[in-house]
């Protein structure tokens, strides 16, 4: 039989507030246990949250980001269940109504196709600590800094019908919370979660079938191969006869499989209720007319931008805009008047190949938009060639000083005087008689060898176009 | 001195005829001397009181005091106080120290108040006897086999055995109108928002609200002054500024007119009914006008108040855990063992009852059924007193169905123990300002009579309140043990 695959995904964004939804407890990741967790935090008798503004603009961004309806009235309700990482005995969350509803985005898969794939909602809601059960022999330890921590849940509609499908959705998401700079995107630290609810149907059917969630999966590449496993697992039970419970698995990177977390028996009953410390949030029309005032450039947008503005192909204006710092680091340079094609190139390239090497974001370079454009500056304006411009730029990176400062030193400034180029030529020319017969004589070909000698007379300092145009010239007589 | 009104007090006080130091050490020998028979206190606080006092003395001395400094004041032990214990009643905060002042405390200390103590109180507030307490019951000083109400009955006594000039309290459902009444004394519920919540140990967040007790509406309209106004701590709290109330205490009451919901006479115990309708021909004789007035939905008022109340404190009780504060059964052996021990010992009875009411009405397929159709009745009550409020600028009517009970008679019978808070409930649900002031006598024992007015408008429930007291002398009667 054949069988249809369908996903919903439930992503996580930690929102990059400075300090947390209900307290003035800082956000920042990795500090010393419990140093970033107040009264509040702790959920001391007596004490009361207060609801951070700046979250609440932030899922605005996001919900005109993502072609949502905007809920004027939202509310928060309390999600009840034990355990010693959540200090209240509940989570406030938004459960009833959500301050973004139904929206949608758009996703270009591998084929170049777009497909649309719906949000049901977004909502906000506090992260709960985190338990340490392998810090201490025998015991467990509770680390209370991130619980309150902002968090905007997006819940997509089963819309997703391969893995593929799935982490293109999610790069977009990606890309998108991280573009409306609402989100750091760190999925190693835990700022951009996924969960999926998997299912399989026989193709053709138009009931979906029973769905497995799966947690923690918080890459890319796991959320495929999750998929992947999940879906096999599924379908083999399927075609042996078995059925899909609905439960909650849990994904191990290490053995790559999904095991069971809970079953839908075994679920919480969360009994959400309305937060009375909490007042309903209102989103007025001079907080919509503020956030649409702040939206920046979104990334269709900045892709079409790129390639009408800078003439860059659709694949160059694509990877140009995959990220908000990275567009930004393209246009730098092109704005310090370097040609974009050019730019784009070497971004994609050398750039590129060496920020993946050392693991550093754009925003971390090593080297900025400026000592890019003042090496691709000399490329352009015929210093040195492409091929040097290369040993120049690890120069660069490896810390030996600015684009000049290094062609100086290492004496890479090409040779452009025509004088000297001819000398070489006329030398190799005379050297060479009996080439230089046959040459004439209709082998082509040689015309390699004239360059190769020229080349190598010059130390390969020479400016490859000039020097082709002069031998051209002198070879013919 | 004792016997003085806040305004005397704070004459003599500022005028130097006697000392903070001298008129806290008055209460404090007084309540030496009472306290081991009334248990109105949870924590003493001597020592910190006489240096509050001198520091108090000081400030006079430095003219840089306020109506209010130097005067004593009890803070309900579900206040938290930093750096003394706050145990909420409870067993599961016997050995609770906050870190933080609650808002109410906070205000006090700016206003120079000197804290005497803490007051005993039902446990986590959830009872109307004081019989709940972790601490054992207070007794009322009218009759010391006799409970004071509750929650906030160690408050009550204290007042009413004249331990202290005022004291704070809180009420979720009756919980300072009822003690009040029980005790001969005058307390006041200002409207839910009005004086913030934050560092009051929730019990339901969506009615519970401080408030004072004292002697006269005279003297809880000079010290809501001092703590009434917005928190930015507690988002429940209304930015709305906070009016002088003085200014308005003895406005005449000629064309206001007072409204008798006839729902809270219906049944009521007839010397009772005699009492406040004599208070309210007392009103009447002021120049207020007396309608009768219905409240349709008010009889829902209780099963309404304990759906939601237990619900709100099934979570609100959730952090007590034993995992970061409060108290933790000796040697868990797992976590769940550590939950259900800890919980298990940590609370008392009354409080396991509420918590597991309202885990039931929240739960998956009851959370419609009882949760949400007691939140739409709840605003059919409150609309009940939106319209009431439509031709009358307040209303008039007991505060509990009968006076003081035996320590021990309801105790066993949740239910009827329930229903003695049957008038004061409707105005929780609704958010508005009380007051219940002593009315006279039944049976040597004092009745409460209760006025209620719209939202965020304590001026004119003051307003009436003072008037009445001016020319009755209830509220000036005192216990002959006490005295």
């Not at chain 1, 001079?286 to 979104?298: R, T």
């Not at chain 2, 924590?43 to 005067?71: R, S, V, W």
């Not at chain 2, 019978?413 to 229903?419: G, I, K, Q």
Request: proline fraction near 4%; include cysteine; charged fraction near 20%.
């Amino acid at each position: 039989m054949n069988w249809e695959i369908v996903i919903g995904l439930e992503v996580h964004t930690q929102l990059k507030t400075a300090t947390k939804i209900f307290s003035g407890s800082a956000t920042a990741y990795g500090a010393e246990p419990n140093t970033q967790a107040n009264s509040v935090d702790l959920a001391f008798p007596g004490v009361l949250p207060v609801l951070n503004q700046t979250a609440v603009e932030m899922a605005l961004k996001f919900g005109l980001a993502a072609n949502a309806n905007i809920n004027h009235l939202s509310a928060f309700d309390r999600k009840l269940y034990f355990y010693p990482d959540l200090p209240k005995g509940y989570q406030i969350s938004q459960f009833h109504i959500p301050i973004v509803g139904a929206g949608f985005l758009d996703i270009e898969l591998d084929d170049g196709q777009h497909k649309r794939i719906g949000i049901t909602r977004a909502h906000l809601e506090e992260d709960a600590g985190k338990s340490l059960h392998d810090v201490y022999d025998g015991m467990s330890g509770i680390d209370l800094n991130r619980a309150g921590t902002p968090l905007l849940e997006i819940v997509s509609e089963p819309d997703m019908r391969s893995a593929a499908e799935a982490v293109a959705y999610l790069k977009t998401l990606h890309s998108l919370v991280t573009y409306l700079d609402i989100c750091d995107g760190n999925m190693q630290e835990g700022s951009f979660r996924c969960d999926a609810n998997v299912s399989v149907r026989p193709m053709g059917s138009s009931t979906l079938g029973t769905r497995a969630e799966i947690k923690n999966v918080n890459s890319f590449r796991y959320v495929e191969k999750a998929i992947h496993y999940e879906v096999e697992r599924q379908i083999d039970l399927l075609e042996s006869g078995g059925i899909v419970k609905q439960e909650t698995r849990l994904y191990d990177s290490v053995t790559n499989t999904t095991r069971s977390m809970r079953s839908k028996e075994e679920a919480n009953d969360y009994r959400y209720f309305p937060d009375p410390d909490l007042l309903m949030v209102h989103v007025t029309d001079a907080m919509l007319k503020e956030a649409i005032a702040s939206m920046p450039e979104l990334p269709n947008a900045k892709q079409q931008r790129f390639q009408s503005q800078y003439g860059l192909s659709a694949y160059d204006a694509k990877v140009m805009s995959a990220s908000r710092a990275l567009g930004d680091y393209f246009e730098q340079v092109v704005a310090m008047g370097v040609n974009a094609k050019l730019a784009a190139n070497w971004v994609m390239g050398d750039l590129a190949a060496n920020l993946n090497k050392h693991l550093l974001a754009i925003g971390e370079s090593i080297i900025d938009a400026a000592a890019l454009a003042a090496l691709l500056t000399r490329i352009e304006d015929n210093t040195i060639s492409g091929k040097t411009a290369k040993i120049v730029f690890e120069a660069m990176w490896a810390g030996e000083g600015s684009a000049d400062q290094i062609i100086e030193t290492r004496g890479f400034k090409q040779v452009s005087d025509t004088g000297a180029l001819e000398k070489i030529i006329d030398d190799i020319i005379a050297a060479n008689p009996g080439q230089l017969a046959e040459y004439r004589g209709g082998k082509d070909k040689l015309f390699g060898f004239f360059i190769g000698l020229a080349m190598k007379a010059s130390k390969g300092q020479a400016n490859p176009q000039q020097l082709n145009d002069l031998l051209k010239q002198k070879l013919a007589g | 001195m004792h016997t003085k009104t806040l305004r005397e007090l704070s004459h003599a006080l500022h005028h130097k005829h006697i000392s903070s130091v001298e008129l806290t050490s008055h209460y404090l020998q007084r309540i030496a001397r009472f306290e081991p028979e009334l248990n109105s206190f949870i924590t003493l606080n001597p020592d910190a009181a006489l240096l509050a006092a001198k520091a108090a003395d000081q400030a006079i001395h430095a003219q840089t005091h306020g109506p209010l400094t130097g005067i004593p004041i009890v803070q309900k032990d579900i206040f938290c106080t930093d750096g003394i214990k706050t145990t909420c009643g409870s067993k599961m905060l016997a050995n609770f120290i906050a870190p933080y002042d609650a808002t109410v405390v906070e205000k006090c200390h700016q206003a120079g108040l000197v804290m005497l103590g803490k007051s005993n109180m039902d446990e986590f507030a959830m009872g109307s006897s004081n019989e709940t307490s972790f601490y054992g019951s207070v007794k009322n000083p009218w009759d010391l086999s006799r409970v004071p109400g509750g929650s906030s009955g160690g408050s009550a006594a204290i007042i009413a055995a004249r331990l202290s000039p005022l004291a704070t309290a809180t009420d979720t459902g009756g919980s300072i109108r009822q003690p009040a009444a029980f005790c001969g004394i005058s307390g006041l519920k200002p409207s839910y928002g009005r004086v913030s919540r934050f560092g009051m140990i929730a019990f339901a967040s969506s009615m519970d609200q401080a408030g004072l007790m004292a002697n006269s509406a005279e003297d809880i309209a000079l010290t809501l002054q001092a703590i009434a106004g917005f928190d930015p701590r507690d988002s429940t709290s209304v930015n709305q500024p906070v009016p002088d109330y003085l200014a308005t205490l003895n406005q005449d009451l000629t064309g206001k007119t007072i409204g008798l919901p006839k729902e809270f006479f219906a049944g009521l115990d007839s010397d009772i009914a005699t009492l406040i309708m004599d208070g309210a021909k007392e009103l009447e004789k002021l120049g207020a006008r007396l309608i009768e007035v219905s409240l349709p939905h008010v009889h829902l008022s209780v099963p309404v108040y304990y759906v939601i109340a237990p619900a709100e404190c099934s979570a609100n009780l959730a952090r007590y855990d034993g995992v970061r504060f409060g108290h933790r059964c000796s040697d868990p052996k797992d976590l769940l063992d550590l939950y259900q021990r800890s919980r298990a010992e940590g609370f008392g009875a009354e409080v396991k009852r509420r918590i597991m009411v309202g885990t039931h009405v929240l739960s998956a397929g009851c959370y419609e059924d009882y949760f949400v159709k007691a939140q739409r009745v709840r605003r059919l009550i409150a609309n009940d007193f939106h319209s009431a409020f439509q031709s009358v600028d307040a209303l008039l009517g007991p505060t509990a169905p009968g006076t003081a009970f035996k320590l021990g008679e309801k105790a066993f019978d949740p239910v009827s123990m329930y229903l003695s808070d049957i008038y004061t409930i409707a105005t929780n649900l609704a958010g508005l300002p009380g007051i219940s002031i002593p009315a006279g006598f039944h049976k040597g024992l004092p009745v409460g009579l209760q006025l209620t007015t719209r939202n965020f408008d304590e001026a004119t429930l003051l307003n009436i309140a003072h008037r009445y007291q001016h020319v009755t002398a209830w509220h000036k009667a005192m216990p002959e043990y006490v005295a």
